[in-house]
């Protein structure tokens, strides 16, 4: 069974930085985009960033300058470093795997809290 594990959310202050990881399969990081949705209460689920295995990036407005995606095939793992948080990055963060255009492929989510 394909399984994506995501881990490193927490409570922060605005501010502060947080480094997400998901660990996958060597199937899945060989041959798929990577990338990383959230999920606030009461919205829907936003793509954020996205990288695919030739290390293309994709990120939302919202985080540029702020959140770098990144992989590390060796591994079979991406990480989602995420500095100078503020309230509105709080949501679920979700680990997905797909096309670049489907993605089809979820980890089980780890929450991030930006509260002071």
């Known amino acids: 069974q394909v399984q994506l594990v995501e881990s490193g959310g927490g409570l922060v202050q605005p501010g502060e930085s947080l480094r997400l990881s998901c660990a996958g399969s060597r199937s899945i990081f060989q041959i798929l985009t990577m990338g990383w949705y959230r999920q606030a209460p009461g919205n829907p689920r936003e793509l954020v960033a996205t990288i695919s295995t030739g290390g293309n990036t994709y990120y939302v407005n919202s985080v540029k300058g702020r959140f770098t995606i990144s992989r590390d095939n060796a591994k079979n793992t991406i990480y989602l470093q995420m500095d100078s948080l503020k309230p509105e990055d709080t949501a679920v963060y979700y680990c997905?795997?797909?096309?670049?255009?489907?993605?089809?492929?979820w980890g089980q989510g780890t929450q991030v809290t930006v509260s002071s």
């Open positions: 997905t795997a797909g096309t670049g255009v489907n993605y089809n492929i």
